[in-house]
């Protein structure tokens, strides 16, 4: 018993093309040529005015908040209560330029008051809020 590989009765050569080798050396000229195409940068070339930096301006003032671990609030080494602290800021926040505000959490204060102290300060429109001090949380 012997396998028949093409028509049946017929010696003729097979015709057809191998197209497997012809299709692996298409893809790798297409990744070749894919990999040699140099990066397209979509960037947009504007010609922007140069701010003059102001001369003679002096920087904002600071406020130190500390919130020591008993949750006592200082505004500048003075204790103040939540209520307190509302109204400075409400005062504070109308200024021109707005004073920065430096909050510096004791490392072992709760969270809710540190939230708390933020809150009132986003309530009362403090725009310039920072935290000092992080490096104890290291």
Same mark, same amino acid.
């Given at each position: 018993? =012997?396998? @028949?590989?093409? @028509?049946?009765? @017929? ?33 947009? #070339? ?5 701010? =003059? ?24 080494? =003075?204790?103040?209560?939540?209520? !307190?602290? !509302? =109204?400075?800021?409400? @005062? ?14 004791? #490392? ?18 403090? !725009? #310039? ?5 992080? !490096?104890?949380?290291?």
């Amino acid at each position: 018993m =012997s396998m @028949s590989v093409g @028509s049946a009765g @017929s010696d003729e050569p097979m015709m057809d093309i191998n197209t497997t080798p012809l299709i692996d050396v298409m893809l790798v000229l297409i990744i070749t040529l894919i990999m040699s195409i140099p990066p397209q940068t979509h960037a947009t #070339k504007l010609d922007m005015p140069q701010a =003059s930096p102001p001369t003679n301006a002096a920087p904002p003032p600071v406020i130190n908040l500390v919130i020591d671990s008993d949750n006592t609030i200082y505004w500048d080494g =003075s204790a103040v209560t939540l209520p !307190e602290l !509302e =109204s400075r800021f409400r @005062s504070q926040a109308n200024l021109v330029p707005q004073p920065e505000l430096h909050v510096r959490p004791d #490392k072992w204060t709760k969270y809710d008051m540190v939230a708390q102290v933020l809150a009132a300060a986003q309530r009362n429109r403090m !725009e #310039k809020i920072g935290f000092v001090g992080n !490096e104890q949380f290291m």
